[in-house]
Structure formats: structure tokens, C-alpha cells
């Protein structure tokens, strides 16, 4: 079982975040024992103590508004254990190259290969995965796709291909012959035309078999392409014409879960799942749609027993439950004020209100001070993630929010679509892994 990320595509990603004008906050993974008192300085930390709560509700959430990921194409299928069976499906136009090529007078068709690099495997690769193509019905359009979108293809497919990922070493070529000899077939009058190219090679989906048990990504870039060989009465020597697999970048993929266990009742898009349906855990999932609402409904009393003190630091702390390898958890995660319908919160222009991440004493705060910074972790192994609220806290305190909680979301890379991660909520088995609160508060 292997799972391979686009390395240049998260530095890029990395990079571009570190860069961002954007102050929003992201979680952190962690393993210090003394998570949150290395945030304050040096001056302050003798005079800091904090006390913790764990009466922290936690609900998943099925979310539609799921933008399906770009610079890459996903199919498969595959069983997960706490989130039950995942389908996808691929969607690529079909494109004539730019020089309007096509076969000359007398040409004899050979084969048609299909080649792929693949960006990203996840599930039991070891095992023979089998891919359909069939063609497209309809045109793709340029635009968002978003995950649960399909699209209309021929009932019966027009090529097979079989393969394990696990010998795939990053590249793999399959002869795509009945598509191939049906582009051969179509004659000069509709190669050299793009206009009819189009109307009679709308594109091709991929879909997976019953019994596959992975889901992998192919790239879109040039890699991607089908080349047609062919040969002439008078010249026995192969020569080809590639057509694009991704000509404007129209592509996207379909994701399908057919939830099981405590999931099993989200079934429509907007169902929730409490804590304990869930046996005492929540869920964070990418293309799958998967969110969490958190709510802290001990704010009020917090107020009440701090008695005026300041609070320096409020640090949420999370314990994910791992699973054996791959079942991969996400990198990083954000959150986004709630709405009090279980959808992000708008400003007047539209823009979604995230929940800040400061690094800061909150004694800044009464003098109307920003407090909000830039952090980004990027977790490999999960032992503790932590979420610093401090400036959501004072803001409620204050009566500047509602408490209506937030909601969290993965942040999405290029080869993260499958990744899922389990955290314990506050009734799961194990104590030691429940959520809590930490309040960091300078003494009087």
C-alpha cells in the first residue's frame, strides 16, 4: 500500500501560503508538554497559570459545496473502515491538438496508447484495479466543478484497462484501441475541425469496477495524452498523432460515499452527526464533504469564574484516533465562524470569517489592537493538534460574537482528496483522548 503527494505541488502550495496576506488560522500539530506557555513572552510567564474544560460538543456535518481538486483527475474505489465505501469517478475532455493534424491519405491504423503519470495512490494498491472508458454524452464547460457533480457518458464502455498501482513506478501506458480506431475512423473533415472534434469527441470518463480497492489520481499536464500509431502501405514505419487530455484544463471527478457504522445516517446534503451516534468521535474529510461544528457552551461561566482576570492564551487541544497506514489524515485544518445554520458566517462582502490564530497577550485587546498573525502547520504524525482561539474567546467574552461555534474544515493540497482524519470527541472510550480547553490567565 503506498500513497505518493505531489511534493512540488505542496512546496508550491507551502510557499504561496507563507506569503499570503490572509490572516487566518490553521491547527498545529504538537507533542510539548507545554502547549501554549512557549507562545507568551518571556516577562509574562511567571505570573500565567491556566485551568482546563472539556465541555466541548462536537457535530459532523455533511457539507455540498465541495470544490472538486485541480491539476488532477481521481477514480477508484475502495472500503474505508470508519467512513464505509468511496467511488470515484473521472471526467476529461477530449481535445484535437493546436496544428489540426490528421491521418494522411492511405494511412493503415495500428494501436492507441494511453499515457498517464499518477500523482497520488491511496487504499490497497497490491490488488488488480480495473478502469472503464466510456465516452461522454455531453460537452464539458469551463468552470468550478465541485464533487458531486457527474456527468452524462455512454452506458456501455468503449475500452477497458487493468493494472496494480503498486507496479506502476509513477507512469503507466494502456492500449485504449476501440477509442483510438474510432478517432482514426472519423475522417480528415472532423480531425482538422475543432469545432466538429468537439461535437463528436466530447470526452472520456473513467470509471472503476465493482471490486476495486484503491482510488489513485492521474495528472493533467502534458504527460497525459492518447496517442493513435499508425502506419502507410509504401512506409511500414509507426508514426503517431497524441490528442490532449486536458486542452483549457475541463476535467474534474465525482465522489460517492456510501456512509456506514455511526455515519450511516448521512445520507443528504446538511445531516448531522452527534458525538455519541458517532461512538464518541468526529470527522474532517476533503472531497467527501466532512465537517465538524465545535461548540464551547461554557464560555459564560469561564467569564464568570476568571472574575476579571485577562485571558493570555485559549488553546483547544484535539486527539485524532490513528489507523493503520493508509489511511492518511489530512495536513491541515481551518475553521470558519458559524453561521448558526451550519454554513460559514459572510462578512458584507462576501468573504468568509475565519476563526484567527494570534500570538499575542489579549491585554492588547481593549486598545483595539490586531491580533490576528499567519500560522501554518503541516502535520505527518498526529499526537496532539492545537487550535488557538484566544481572539474568538475575548470576542465572545465581550459580547463582540455570538457563540455559535465554528466549523472545520480540511485545507485542501493537490493529492489530498482521500485523507481523512477520526478524532476522539468528549464521550469517546478513552479518556485521555477527549478534547479539551485550555485558558491560559494572567494572576491579578
Same mark, same amino acid.
Given at each position: 500500500?503506498?500513497f505518493?503527494?505531489?511534493?512540488?505541488?505542496?512546496?508550491?502550495?507551502i510557499?504561496?501560503?507563507?506569503?499570503?496576506?490572509?490572516?487566518?488560522?490553521?491547527w498545529?500539530?504538537?507533542?510539548?508538554?507545554?502547549?501554549?506557555i512557549? *507562545?507568551?513572552? *518571556?516577562?509574562?510567564?511567571?505570573?500565567?497559570?491556566f485551568?482546563?474544560?472539556?465541555?466541548?460538543?462536537?457535530? *459532523?456535518?455533511?457539507?455540498?459545496?465541495?470544490? +472538486?481538486p485541480?491539476?488532477?483527475?481521481f477514480?477508484?474505489?475502495?472500503?474505508?473502515?470508519?467512513?464505509?465505501?468511496v467511488?470515484?469517478?473521472?471526467?476529461m475532455?477530449?481535445?484535437t491538438?493546436?496544428?489540426?493534424?490528421?491521418?494522411?491519405?492511405?494511412?493503415?491504423?495500428?494501436s492507441t496508447?494511453?499515457?498517464?503519470?499518477?500523482?497520488?495512490?491511496?487504499?490497497?494498491t497490491?490488488?488488480?484495479?480495473?478502469?472503464?472508458?466510456?465516452?461522454?454524452?455531453?460537452t464539458?464547460?469551463?468552470?468550478?466543478y465541485?464533487?458531486?457533480?457527474?456527468s452524462?457518458? +455512454?452506458?456501455?464502455?468503449i475500452?477497458?484497462?487493468?493494472?496494480?498501482?503498486s507496479?506502476?513506478?509513477?507512469y503507466?501506458?494502456?492500449?485504449?484501441?476501440?477509442?483510438?480506431?474510432?478517432?482514426?475512423?472519423?475522417?480528415?473533415?472532423?480531425l482538422t475541425?475543432? @469545432?466538429q &472534434?468537439? @461535437?463528436?469527441?466530447?470526452?472520456? +470518463?473513467f470509471?472503476?469496477?465493482?471490486g476495486?480497492?484503491?482510488?489513485?489520481?492521474?495528472?493533467?499536464?502534458?504527460?497525459?495524452?492518447?496517442?493513435?500509431?499508425?502506419? *502507410?502501405?509504401?512506409?511500414?514505419?509507426? =508514426?503517431?498523432?497524441?490528442?490532449?487530455?486536458?486542452?483549457?484544463n475541463?476535467?474534474?471527478?465525482?465522489v460517492?460515499?456510501?456512509?456506514?457504522?455511526g455515519?450511516a445516517?448521512?445520507?443528504?446534503?446538511?445531516?448531522t452527526?452527534g458525538?455519541? +451516534?458517532?461512538?464518541?468521535?468526529?470527522?474532517?474529510?476533503?472531497?467527501?464533504g466532512?465537517?465538524?461544528?465545535?461548540?464551547?457552551?461554557?464560555?459564560?461561566?469561564?467569564?464568570?469564574?476568571?472574575?476579571?482576570r485577562?485571558?493570555? =492564551?485559549?488553546?483547544?487541544?484535539?486527539?485524532?484516533?490513528?489507523?493503520?497506514?493508509?489511511?492518511?489524515?489530512n495536513?491541515g485544518?481551518?475553521?470558519?465562524i458559524?453561521?448558526?445554520?451550519?454554513? &460559514?458566517?459572510k462578512?458584507?462582502?462576501?468573504?468568509?470569517q475565519?476563526?484567527?490564530?494570534?500570538?499575542?497577550?489579549?491585554?492588547?485587546?481593549?486598545?483595539?489592537?490586531?491580533?490576528?498573525?499567519?500560522?501554518? &502547520?503541516?502535520?505527518?504524525?498526529?499526537?496532539?493538534?492545537?487550535?488557538?482561539?484566544?481572539?474568538?474567546?475575548?470576542?465572545?467574552?465581550?459580547?463582540?460574537?455570538?457563540n455559535?461555534?465554528?466549523?472545520?474544515?480540511?485545507?485542501?493540497?493537490?493529492?489530498?482528496?482521500?485523507?481523512r482524519?477520526?478524532?476522539?470527541?468528549?464521550?469517546?472510550?478513552?479518556?485521555a483522548?477527549r478534547? =479539551?480547553?485550555?485558558?491560559y490567565?494572567?494572576?491579578?
Amino acid at each position: 500500500m503506498t500513497f505518493i503527494p505531489n511534493l512540488q505541488a505542496v512546496n508550491s502550495i507551502i510557499k504561496g501560503l507563507v506569503i499570503s496576506s490572509l490572516s487566518l488560522f490553521l491547527w498545529a500539530c504538537n507533542e510539548t508538554s507545554e502547549l501554549g506557555i512557549d *507562545t507568551l513572552p *518571556t516577562s509574562d510567564r511567571g505570573s500565567v497559570s491556566f485551568t482546563e474544560y472539556s465541555d466541548i460538543n462536537t457535530t *459532523t456535518i455533511l457539507l455540498d459545496s465541495v470544490l +472538486a481538486p485541480t491539476g488532477q483527475v481521481f477514480m477508484g474505489k475502495y472500503q474505508d473502515p470508519e467512513l464505509g465505501q468511496v467511488t470515484m469517478e473521472g471526467y476529461m475532455a477530449l481535445r484535437t491538438n493546436a496544428n489540426l493534424s490528421t491521418f494522411p491519405t492511405g494511412a493503415i491504423y495500428d494501436s492507441t496508447i494511453f499515457r498517464y503519470g499518477i500523482e497520488s495512490e491511496y487504499g490497497d494498491t497490491t490488488r488488480v484495479q480495473v478502469i472503464y472508458v466510456h465516452m461522454l454524452l455531453d460537452t464539458l464547460p469551463i468552470k468550478n466543478y465541485y464533487a458531486f457533480e457527474s456527468s452524462n457518458y +455512454a452506458q456501455v464502455p468503449i475500452d477497458t484497462f487493468r493494472f496494480k498501482l503498486s507496479d506502476a513506478n509513477g507512469y503507466l501506458s494502456k492500449k485504449l484501441n476501440n477509442l483510438g480506431k474510432r478517432i482514426f475512423d472519423a475522417g480528415s473533415p472532423i480531425l482538422t475541425s475543432v @469545432q466538429q &472534434f468537439n @461535437q463528436n469527441f466530447k470526452g472520456i +470518463a473513467f470509471v472503476p469496477d465493482g471490486g476495486n480497492s484503491a482510488v489513485f489520481s492521474i495528472d493533467t499536464d502534458i504527460s497525459t495524452e492518447l496517442s493513435v500509431f499508425y502506419h *502507410t502501405a509504401t512506409d511500414s514505419t509507426k =508514426k503517431s498523432i497524441s490528442f490532449l487530455l486536458n486542452t483549457d484544463n475541463i476535467h474534474f471527478s465525482n465522489v460517492k460515499t456510501q456512509y456506514s457504522g455511526g455515519l450511516a445516517s448521512l445520507r443528504n446534503y446538511g445531516d448531522t452527526v452527534g458525538s455519541f +451516534a458517532a461512538g464518541g468521535k468526529f470527522y474532517i474529510s476533503s472531497m467527501r464533504g466532512l465537517r465538524t461544528l465545535v461548540q464551547i457552551p461554557d464560555l459564560a461561566k469561564i467569564k464568570s469564574e476568571l472574575n476579571g482576570r485577562i485571558v493570555a =492564551k485559549a488553546e483547544l487541544i484535539f486527539k485524532p484516533i490513528n489507523y493503520a497506514f493508509p489511511y492518511i489524515t489530512n495536513r491541515g485544518i481551518v475553521g470558519a465562524i458559524n453561521n448558526g445554520k451550519n454554513r &460559514f458566517l459572510k462578512d458584507a462582502n462576501g468573504l468568509t470569517q475565519f476563526v484567527y490564530s494570534d500570538q499575542q497577550l489579549v491585554s492588547a485587546y481593549s486598545a483595539g489592537a490586531s491580533l490576528n498573525s499567519f500560522s501554518a &502547520f503541516f502535520p505527518i504524525t498526529s499526537n496532539a493538534w492545537e487550535m488557538n482561539i484566544t481572539t474568538y474567546v475575548n470576542e465572545i467574552m465581550v459580547g463582540k460574537r455570538a457563540n455559535s461555534g465554528f466549523i472545520l474544515f480540511p485545507l485542501s493540497f493537490t493529492g489530498e482528496a482521500p485523507r481523512r482524519t477520526v478524532f476522539a470527541a468528549n464521550n469517546y472510550s478513552d479518556a485521555a483522548l477527549r478534547p =479539551k480547553l485550555r485558558i491560559y490567565y494572567i494572576k491579578p
